[in-house]
């Protein structure tokens, strides 16, 4: 029994002394007026089917700006342009990496029928109380509700 228990003491030891990795993404809340309703893309995640926003990493010399409008374009096949500074920041761990995304409003021009990640990912347009029902994650969550706060703000 003792020995169990210096096993994982030691197993503690070796997880807290590992060097965090932290990874900066960008990412957008992507939005449009429809029939005088704001609508939302959500798009699904390419492993889980998990619904989100569009999000990725920020390659170097980018911008996190033009990395949000890119990674749009690549994973929702929407393009527009962002609206302010970054609304809100989260993190989020997978594979033992933590990644920490900032997040900006997206003002949609224009829906793409084909772009380069639409043969497996899904992409919706919906209104405010749907999307709430669709984000599986509490941060993803969360920040939603700061977009929602930022666009009231903004008067859209």
Known sequence: ??????????????????????IEQ????????ENSKIEFCLI???????????KGGIDPGESPEGAALKEACEEAG???????????RYEFRKWNISYCVDLFLMQVHNSLDDWD?????ERLWLR????RKLLCRKELAEM??????????LEF
């Open 44 to 54: 699904t995640s390419s492993r889980k089917g998990r619904w989100g926003f569009p």
């Open 128 to 131: 405010p109380s749907e999307v």
């Open 1 to 22: 029994m003792a020995k169990a228990s210096h096993q994982n003491s030691a197993a503690r030891r070796t997880k807290s002394t590992k060097k965090k990795i932290l």
């Open 144 to 153: 939603f509700e700061i977009a929602l706060d930022e666009l009231e703000r």
């Open 26 to 33: 960008a990412g957008t809340v992507p939005f449009r007026r």
């Open 78 to 88: 929407i393009e527009g342009i962002i609206l302010g500074e970054s609304f809100g």
């Open 117 to 121: 990640e639409a043969h497996f990912r």
